[in-house]
């Protein structure tokens, strides 16, 4: 267990950021349905969700027959993991975590998952370590990411430009790629495969979308309050923004393209 950590400034902003996510679970539910279906989770398999957020992913899978466990580091995504399990009538045990250190014992899963979720931790290495950690040899580790080329990924270079990430933090998109995915998980698993997906939002102008993710995303979150003595600079990174989301948009559709990772830990 870490005892002391440098980036516990940067998680307790991710906690607090990523804590106004729920409103978007839906958008993420089809996806999640994707990457249970792509982990090959089969019922009676014990099945962790790190980053949880709402639980869309971990009740998709109990749904399936799993047996499931979830973590998140944001309490109020939490309670509403919670509350989705009461209404789906599924049985699902949820903890607040850190997923660089995971309080969970070796070898106790036989799928780990997680959805947009652990490419944020700030340390990749310990991240996945702890992910395949908990795994039982033979088991699957599968995740969906944000690739840097497509929408997300624009969307968080074009952040950085404005407010760049505290020293020593990647980016959270290098987990889209598949060669930074393959030396993350190299030496410890074999069979990597991949498949690409996309969400699509309804889009009713940039306007909307740019809204919804300024009162949703932590990054996005982030900048509003950084910015926020600077309304010029703001303004420009708005329109910005919009422009961006223009390009991705048609037929008042935002395409959200992304990356799936799966592997078996040797």
């Known amino acids: 267990m870490q005892t002391s950590d440098p980036f516990s400034q940067f998680k307790a902003s991710q906690k607090t950021g990523w804590g106004l996510f729920a409103p978007l ?26 980053a949880c957020g709402t639980g869309v992913v971990a009740i998709t899978a109990a749904r399936k027959g799993a047996r499931v466990k979830g973590l998140d580091l944001a309490p109020a995504l939490l309670e509403r993991a919670r509350e989705n399990a009461r209404l789906s009538e599924t049985e699902i045990e949820f903890t607040e975590g850190d997923i660089e250190d995971l309080p969970y014992e070796d070898a106790s899963f036989d799928t780990v998952v997680s959805q947009f979720g652990h490419m944020f931790a700030p340390r990749p290495a310990i ?36 407010v760049p990430a505290p020293p020593g933090v990647p ?16 030496g410890t698993t074999k069979d990597l495969c991949f498949d690409r997906s996309s969400i699509l939002v309804p889009s009713l102008s940039p306007q909307h979308n740019r809204d919804s993710f300024e009162k949703t995303a932590a990054p996005l979150i982030k900048i509003v309050s950084d910015l926020k003595d600077d309304p010029a600079k703001l ?22 393209h992304y990356l799936l990772s799966r592997a078996t830990k040797v």
């Open 25 to 50: 679970e839906a958008i993420t539910t089809p996806a999640a349905a994707k990457l249970v279906e792509f982990s090959q989770i089969k019922s009676n398999q014990i099945v962790l969700d790190c």
């Open 127 to 162: 991240a996945i370590k702890e992910m395949l950690r908990v795994l039982k040899p033979g088991g699957r580790i599968a995740f969906s990411t944000w690739p840097k080329d497509h929408f997300i990924g624009l969307m968080f270079g074009l952040v950085g430009q404005y």
């Open 171 to 186: 980016p959270s998109t290098n987990w889209g790629e598949p060669t930074f995915v393959r030396e993350q998980l190299a």
């Open 235 to 256: 303004s420009v990174f708005r329109s910005d923004l919009e422009k961006l989301i223009s390009r991705y948009t048609k037929d008042n559709v935002l395409h959200q």
